[in-house]
């Protein structure tokens, strides 16, 4: 079981979710066949010894080697996210400690050595090349991947989680440590197998307490600049959508307020949300956008023309009625829990995917429309490399490049499951909302919040079985003001947040 900063490699594994298009899907009736990817499972295996030596648990005694390879998995993860969702990468330059050998030597300079990555890969399997590559490791699973061009990539079945002991296994096979690679041994004591929840918790509480009372000030401080650009700016809130520490939420934080003040009769904020995130502009919901890595100046375009940037934003809602009435009124919906997408590039989306709908219809007027009852159903326009298929919260979604003739098929056969689905989430979300806050109450918790890939279902039922324990007064670990994150691991994070995995050992 992976402990600290295992989030960083998890969230790698988990973007890689849903690679193959359109899927449950026929493609036997078109003429062109899906590009070639490596799935989940795959991406995972090619990429297993690579964690496994750069992994930050396995540098507990060296805290700057940690940090630094801490920080570069977190750099990774979004650039192989961005690789996913066939955004625009940058070239990154990442560097890593990778250990020398098994012998135990006395300091990091002998033990370790730095292995600098340049990516500038447009696609994930010649990413995964490049980081095998620089890294001396065999690219012979990779490589055998490529050549079986009709190997299925269906990366959607089974559970969730088996996406994530795909990399985390790797830490406990049996064959690694036959070549001399039990760092667990060396540097950081592993979760005993017999250890329950309050177990665990008794172990490291004091630890997660340390930490957080180091990044408290951090924490303060980023409350204080928040209320400053709300009561001065007008600004209605401001979120940080990024893997990297809250000390780099405080300077991106610091930076707006600085160049809020010299330009304060350029910038209007007032009435908006600033988000910090991987991209800079205006989303689909009129947040603004800044790109959480760039220095603050680059952010000026976008502040000071953000009526001009608007302008796609203003198109959005005729378009989505139009695609709407193209659709049987089905609702054009967006997803709820997904990073931040410009209004521009979903205006494109949604005009490229229009036009394939009236260009369906005006070749074949005799051809099948929507002939099933849309009451209650959405429908959520993504990019052109997304899967055809049903979220977990009901909505139906179609990636802008899928074939018109196949997505109104999907629709009619769908819908009523969809509606179901959504009902369901429904009811969940409001069981969710409603635990989570008696959680908060009921343990004194400063926060209480999941990982992305954490259903609501998963959500609820960890909470259900923590008041569990504390109603049987077996939970006698003190977790005021904690901050709890529920995961599929175990850890302390850097700055005093809990992880713990949602379907945790407990007897109950």
């Known amino acids: ?230 009561e001065w700016m007008g600004v209605v809130d401001v979120r940080w959508e990024s893997n990297w520490a809250q000390a780099s939420f405080r300077t991106a934080l610091r930076g707006l307020v600085r160049i809020c003040e010299t330009h304060s009769d350029k910038i209007d904020l007032k009435g908006r949300t600033v988000i910090f995130g991987n991209d800079s502009g205006v989303c689909i919901r009129g947040n603004v956008v800044l790109r959480y890595d760039s220095v603050p100046e680059s952010w000026m375009p976008v502040l000071t023309s953000l009526h001009k940037l608007g302008a796609a934003l203003n198109r959005i809602p005729s378009m989505e009625k139009y695609l709407s009435t193209l659709l049987g009124d089905i609702h054009i919906v967006s997803r709820l829990h997904l990073p931040v997408v410009s209004s521009k590039d979903y205006l494109s989306q949604l005009l490229k995917l229009t036009e394939s709908i009236q260009n369906h219809r005006h070749k074949d007027a005799a051809a099948p429309g929507i002939h099933v009852n849309l009451d209650g159903v959405g429908l959520v326009v993504e990019c052109a490399t997304g899967p055809l298929m049903i979220s977990q919260s009901g909505q139906i979604v179609v990636p802008s490049s899928c074939p018109a003739f196949l997505v109104i098929d999907y629709i009619n056969s769908n819908a009523h499951k969809a509606r179901d689905i959504c009902t369901e989430f429904k009811r969940c979300e409001t069981e969710h909302r409603d635990i989570v806050s008696r959680c908060l109450t009921t343990l004194g918790l400063e926060s209480l919040t999941s990982d992305s890939n954490i259903t609501r279902q998963q959500m609820v039922a960890c909470c259900r079985r923590l008041l569990q324990l504390n109603d049987r007064r077996l939970l006698d670990v003190d977790l005021t003001s904690c901050h709890l994150r529920v995961t599929h691991f175990y850890s302390v994070m850097s700055e005093g947040d809990i992880c713990i995995p949602w379907n945790f050992d407990e007897n109950l």
């Not at 849903?18 to 070639?36: A, C, D, E, G, I």
Request: some cysteine; glycine content about 2%; charged content about 20%.
């Open 1 to 230: 079981m992976m402990s600290r900063n295992a989030q960083a490699v998890m969230s790698i594994v988990h973007c890689l979710h849903h690679q193959s298009l359109f899927q449950n899907v026929s493609w036997k009736h078109m003429n062109f066949t899906p590009m070639r990817c490596l799935s989940v499972n795959e991406t995972a295996v090619a990429l297993r010894p690579f964690f496994f030596m750069v992994h930050p648990d396995l540098f507990g005694k060296f805290p700057k080697e940690q940090a630094q390879n801490e920080q570069s998995l977190k750099l990774l993860n979004e650039y192989i996210e961005k690789l996913h969702s066939q955004q625009e990468v940058r070239p990154v330059s990442l560097i890593f400690y990778m250990r020398k050998n098994a012998e135990t030597n006395q300091n990091a300079f002998e033990m370790f050595r730095s292995v600098q990555l340049l990516l500038a890969e447009k696609t994930l399997p010649a990413a995964v090349r490049s980081i095998l590559g620089a890294c001396s490791l065999p690219l012979d699973y990779v490589n055998s991947v490529k050549s079986q061009p009709g190997k299925s990539q269906n990366t959607t079945s089974g559970d969730e989680s088996s996406l994530w002991h795909a990399v985390a296994n790797v830490m406990s096979d049996r064959r690694y440590r036959q070549k001399g690679f039990d760092f667990f041994s060396e540097f950081q004591p592993r979760r005993s197998p017999n250890d329950t929840l309050v177990d665990w918790l008794r172990k490291n509480v004091i630890k997660a307490y340390k930490r957080n009372l180091v990044a408290l000030p951090v924490r303060q401080d980023i409350r204080r600049m928040k209320d400053v650009l709300q």
